[in-house]
């Protein structure tokens, strides 16, 4: 059975194993184990974890906070740390973590032959699980899709005063300029932000679930998202008034990140790890892995399902996504020369 560990005993859960004798691979029942940081919310996650645990008889256990919450927690517990697993969103942060030493090789074939090269770090650090696409929304009873095409084609003046946004504060859109600084060079990428800055119908939203709602409510035409938020939307109601573009089909491809996992580097259970990060990269979990949260399967050999397969096939970027943590700070820099806030 999965169980929730409240905050505080993942803090000092070497000292709550002392207190009962426990050992540290162990449950008080003598079960395998395995611990799991997560920014990834509970209800995602949770019944993945339990089929695992049927599955193998290993219990998971988990504590959610925010990714950068989650990181400092790993970095300060060092060598004392009971996490064996960090799970989070976007390539950014899992570079982020591997670069300060926190994550370790996951040694792993099946991971290698289960994952795109493009979706793992290259010293098999981290590992993407599910694909979230990042493209245009729009009115359609404002914007025909034929006037539809790329992420650069938003500056063009036309879509001025008819663009929205979520704030550059938000790694999401810290990946995308990352990726188009990697395509276009710092200058040109410039020159793009500047034009979406120039385009824009009200300030920057602190969700891409405000951005959506503020195309449907006619306070703009066209928005940057990733597509489960529109997802969501859709699912409580088929006919919202948004529709969803597949962009820079012509070129680059659509900007994909993804949600994924690594081994943390004092994991007291990385082999227990290891077989975890291999289930949920499998054929058994994919599916369920990215559906639950509307997203595409990473593993290529899975079919999306349901809602999201109704978007149809979309070509994708396919640079590898380190580059969204190497070229991170680097597009911080130049989105704020911008005036993106």
Sequence with gaps: MTRLVPALCLLVLTACGDQTG????????GQARVVVYTSRQPYLIEPLFERYTARTGVAIDFASDNEASLIERIAAEGERTQADLFMTVDAGNLWHAAERGLLQPAGSDALTKRIPAALADDQARWYGLSVRARTIVYHPDRVDSSELSSYEDLADERWAGRLCLRTSRKVYNQSLVA???EH???????????????????????????TIEAVAAGQCDVAIVN???????LADD????????????????????????????HAP??????????????????????????????????ESRGLVASWGEYRADDTPLT?????????VRLMDRAGYR
């Design 184 to 210: 276009h060079g710092e200058e040109r990428a410039e020159e793009v932000v500047r034009g979406w800055v120039a385009n824009l119908a009200t300030n920057p939203y602190s969700s891409d679930t405000q």
């Design 238 to 265: 088929p006919d919202y008034p948004v529709e969803l573009f597949w962009a820079n089909q012509g070129s680059t491809g659509v900007h994909v990140n993804i949600s994924g996992a690594g081994i943390t580097r």
């Design 179 to 181: 990726l188009l600084i």
């Design 323 to 331: 580059v969204a943590g190497e070229r991170q700070a680097q597009a």
């Design 227 to 233: 597509s489960y938020y529109l997802g969501r939307k």
């Design 269 to 302: 259970r990385p082999d227990q790890a290891r077989a975890l990060l291999e289930w949920l990269a499998s054929e058994e979990a994919q599916a369920e892995f990215a559906e639950r949260n509307l997203e595409f399967p990473a593993n290529p050999v899975i």
């Design 22 to 29: 426990t050992p540290a691979n162990e449950t008080e029942a």
